[in-house]
């Protein structure tokens, strides 16, 4: 099993829907969550991060955490053309002081 | 302005050749990282390092070497390249801990032949 799981997608959604990114992890000790975009032919970016249950807003985007059923979840309201890109989910994992595991990412679409 | 460099964007070796990928920040991180990305694997930590000469084996170093001997440049190093190794390589950055967002070069494309 995969530490950090994905859906590969393609994800598509309408432009100005919700896009909703998934990312389960294997392990319960994992402390810290990020969410990375990468543009097509680009290097990816930090968007989000998050270290506690509940969810954290900024702008149009919204990481939600939830440790118990170990995932960690990416809203997108309004979704933009703009915002088509692989999203990246990256965990630290217990043991794993410096390092992240990342995902293999899912890929959305916003359709105008 | 924070930077990560990589030396190549594009670079076509022979099976065997010895390849070198550098990768320069400047902006005095403690931490580099080496990762490789492939469609459907996303992103793999071959190698990283968190001080000059102090490297870490990530989870798929077999085939790969680094160096660190000045705190801005990471070196990966292919010993002896294989079709395999045929993917993108991407560089990162990272100040102090692991909440600290990390920052990517580029990528540099490796085609093995």
């Known amino acids: 099993q995969k530490e950090v799981e994905q859906n590969s997608g393609p994800l598509s959604v309408p432009e100005g829907a919700i896009a909703s990114l998934n990312c389960t992890y294997s392990?319960?000790?994992?402390?810290?969550f990020f969410w990375y975009r990468q543009y097509s032919g680009k290097s990816p970016e930090l968007i989000m991060s998050?270290?506690?249950?509940g969810d954290k807003e900024d702008g149009r985007f919204t990481a939600q955490l939830n440790k118990a059923s170990q995932y960690v979840s990416l809203l997108i309201r309004d979704s933009q053309p703009s915002d088509s890109a692989t999203y990246l989910c990256?965990?630290?994992?217990?043991?794993?002081?410096?390092?992240?595991?990342f995902g293999s990412g899912t890929q959305l679409t916003v359709l105008p | 302005d924070v930077k990560v460099t990589q030396s190549s964007r594009y670079l076509v070796k022979r099976t065997g050749e010895k390849v070198f990928l550098e990768c320069v920040q400047d902006?005095?991180?403690?931490?580099m990282f080496w990762y490789r990305q492939d469609p459907g694997l996303g992103l793999r930590l071959i190698y990283f390092?968190?001080?000059?000469?102090?490297?870490e084996k990530g989870d798929i170093p077999e085939g790969y070497s680094v160096s660190r001997e000045k705190k801005e440049r990471f070196s990966l190093i292919l010993e002896s390249a294989s079709t395999n190794q045929t993917s993108m390589y991407l560089c990162?950055?990272?100040?102090?801990?692991?909440?600290?967002?990390?920052?990517f070069g580029p990528g540099t494309r490796l085609t093995v032949l």
């Open positions: 990162a950055s990272r100040e102090g801990q692991v909440y600290n967002e990390q920052f």
């Open positions: 392990d319960r000790g994992s402390q810290s």
């Open positions: 998050i270290y506690s249950n």
């Open positions: 990256a965990v630290r994992v217990s043991g794993s002081a410096r390092q992240l595991t």
């Open positions: 902006m005095d991180h403690e931490n």
């Open positions: 390092s968190y001080d000059v000469k102090m490297k």
